[in-house]
């Protein structure tokens, strides 16, 4: 078999050739690179005070943030998204994908050998002079090896594998991402068919006491006690608070069918029952520090990339400096099959070839225009994905304080909506005033309770928002509940 190390000593012009082409190896036309700089400030604006300037930090781990909110089931339905989810197992292959580049790059490192056999037969004009095989028809047996390798004198190759290693962390930051968006989408839809669930109950309540209250009205109809119209409002609002639970049922079906997509199971065979208690928004701890934010998978897959985009501008580089390829071949080859294998038959051949572009029209200057170009948008996009984090944090810790507010006042007007509900009633029983009033009571009360609810899940949504905003946590610690690192 064929080596570049053949029987006979290498020939010292190609043996300086091939010292040399190793220790230039280690030269590179890459930038050296730095983390682009961006505006952070030392706190967030919606926070208490004492959050720390800033770090990188994006491979701290994050571990089961859901837990914080101590429901089982919702425990168990996050475990599947990592087992089942569609769109987490395509980004899963994007990763394998991507890490199979940088194992392609890496190759550029190593030699090229190829090996074939051949068996031709090929006939030369008779009427081409000065040629000994004129007319006659040859058979040519050959078989042999072939090497060839490109030492990276400037750096080309191992750029192109720095690039081909940044874009597949990039890749690992964009798959974080995607479960991290996925968790979150499912914590959403989760709590909101929790909170539709205790709508529904409130729904349920309210049908069969107007129910009541419509029959003993019709009663009082038939004794006389009452006139028709009495009959006829409360026929209308118990109709209109069915129709209001029919269409909670309909809404919670689409969103225990979008629970099913995101688990990976088929909408019609996955079922969640009912539960009507209340889930109680989190605390947020005083001193959320800010470095947390770094832990976003997408800022660590945008800096990836600019690292990436980085390699590319030193690949742009190294095409502006010659090539040296050192290749070698061996083999047998003859025009008669029963010598083929004999020391006549043996050829070889050995020599380097350096090679260098003089002119292609202004090619590679706008290649590397082109890699700067790249570069200064990944930085752009860097920059962005800090901005648009940042006002994410501060959209929902805005809003989680606003709904404290709300819900304090909300629950100060659904008090006093039941206390209006119960002197109504009574002041009806005794004759005061008419069913209108009780209707009306009845109605303000109802809607104030909704109002609660819906502002309970909104806090609920919103701390979702905010654990997926500062990258999955906002504590200090790996694990748990209470840090939900």
């Not at 945008?302 to 030193?314: H, K, L, M, Y």
């Not at 170009?373 to 929902?396: H, I, P, T």
Request: charged share 15%.
């Amino acid at each position: 078999m064929f080596s570049l190390s053949l029987s006979r000593p290498l020939p010292r012009r190609a043996l300086a050739a091939t010292l040399i082409g190793a220790l230039l190896s280690a030269c590179s036309t890459l930038p050296p690179y730095q983390r682009p700089s961006a505006g952070i400030p030392a706190h967030y604006a919606g926070a208490a005070p004492g959050w720390a300037q800033a770090a990188p930090g994006d491979a701290a781990p994050r571990g089961p943030w859901w837990t914080i909110f101590n429901d089982p089931v919702l425990d168990q339905l996050e475990a599947r998204i990592d087992v089942s989810n569609q769109t987490v197992r395509k980004a899963v292959a994007q990763v394998q994908q991507a890490r199979s580049m940088v194992d392609y790059q890496r190759a550029g490192f190593f030699p090229t050998i190829t090996a074939g056999v051949a068996q031709d037969r090929y006939r030369t004009s008779q009427n081409v002079a000065g040629k000994s095989l004129a007319g006659k028809t040859v058979p040519d047996y050959s078989a042999g090896v072939a090497a060839s390798w490109e030492p990276d004198l400037f750096g080309r190759v191992r750029d192109s594998v720095n690039g081909a290693q940044a874009d597949a962390q990039a890749s690992e930051a964009d798959l974080e991402g995607v479960r991290l968006a996925m968790s979150a989408d499912l914590a959403i839809d989760y709590f909101s068919l929790r909170s539709l669930d205790t709508q529904k109950k409130l729904l349920d309540d309210s049908v069969s006491a107007y129910a009541a209250a419509l029959k003993l009205l019709q009663q009082q109809l038939k004794n006389g006690a009452i006139d028709a119209s009495a009959v006829a409002q409360a026929t209308t609002q118990l109709e209109a608070t069915r129709t209001q639970d029919t269409d909670i049922d309909v809404t919670r079906s689409q969103m225990q069918h979008a629970i099913a997509t995101l688990i990976g199971e088929p909408a019609s065979s996955f079922t969640l029952p009912p539960n009507g208690s209340a889930v109680t928004p989190p605390a947020i701890p005083p001193g959320l520090p800010s470095q947390l934010l770094e832990r976003r998978p997408d800022i660590a897959a945008a800096e990836r990339r600019v690292a990436s985009a980085n390699a590319q501008i030193g690949v742009a580089h190294a095409a502006f400096f010659p090539d040296l390829v050192l290749s070698a071949s061996a083999g047998l080859e003859s025009s008669f099959f029963a010598p083929w294998l004999s020391a006549p038959s043996l050829f070889w051949s050995l020599g380097p070839q350096l090679a260098g572009t003089l002119f292609d029209g202004g090619k590679r200057k706008a290649s590397l225009h082109g890699a700067t170009a790249q570069y200064d948008g990944a930085v752009a996009d860097y920059r962005q994905s800090v901005l648009v984090a940042f006002q994410q944090v501060e959209d929902n810790l805005s809003a989680l304080h606003s709904l404290a507010d709300e819900a304090v006042s909300q629950q100060r007007a659904t008090t006093a909506a039941d206390l209006s509900l119960r002197l109504t009633t009574n002041r009806f029983n005794a004759g005061a005033v008419s069913y209108l009033d009780v209707v009306t009571a009845q109605t303000i009360a109802l809607s104030n309770q909704r109002i609660a609810d819906q502002i309970a899940a909104r806090q609920l949504e919103s701390s979702v928002l905010l654990l997926e905003a500062l990258g999955g946590t906002w504590g200090n610690g790996s694990s748990g509940a209470a840090g939900a690192a």
